[in-house]
């Protein structure tokens, strides 16, 4: 499991996500994110990335809530990844989480994943 905290980061850190549509995608979030400049407070964001091999409990450390007891706010389904947005507080603080969509994930956090994406459908 991968943790990022903050749009400002060093790129570099990124060089840790061999996937390369991974690591566009965050960029791409980050960019996003950072046009909001004075109104966006760059520390309130964290991303967490996971992966083939993480469980779904060692999640909980890092967001501070269970992840499948919460619905997301908004999920993007990618060509290999899920991408679902957590905003957890008023001030706009959120928690971007990348979920590779591999079929050897942890099967609930995949069936998680697939739940919320029928969730958001129209």
Not at 67 to 90: P, Q
């Amino acid at each position: 499991m991968k943790y990022f905290e903050g749009i400002s980061f060093d790129k570099n850190a990124l060089a840790v996500c061999a996937d390369a549509q991974l690591r566009r995608l965050i960029e791409r979030r980050i960019e996003e994110l950072a046009e909001y400049g004075d109104f966006y407070d760059s520390s309130s964001l964290r991303i967490i990335v996971i992966e083939v091999g993480d469980f779904l409990q060692d999640s909980y450390e890092l967001l501070g809530f269970d992840l499948i007891g919460r619905n997301c706010d908004s999920i993007e389904k990618h060509a290999s990844w899920f991408e679902l947005t957590f905003v957890i507080s008023d001030d706009g603080a959120g928690v971007v989480v990348f979920v590779t969509r591999s079929p050897f994930i942890h099967m609930e956090i995949l069936s998680y994943c697939n739940r919320q994406m029928n969730l958001m459908s129209p």
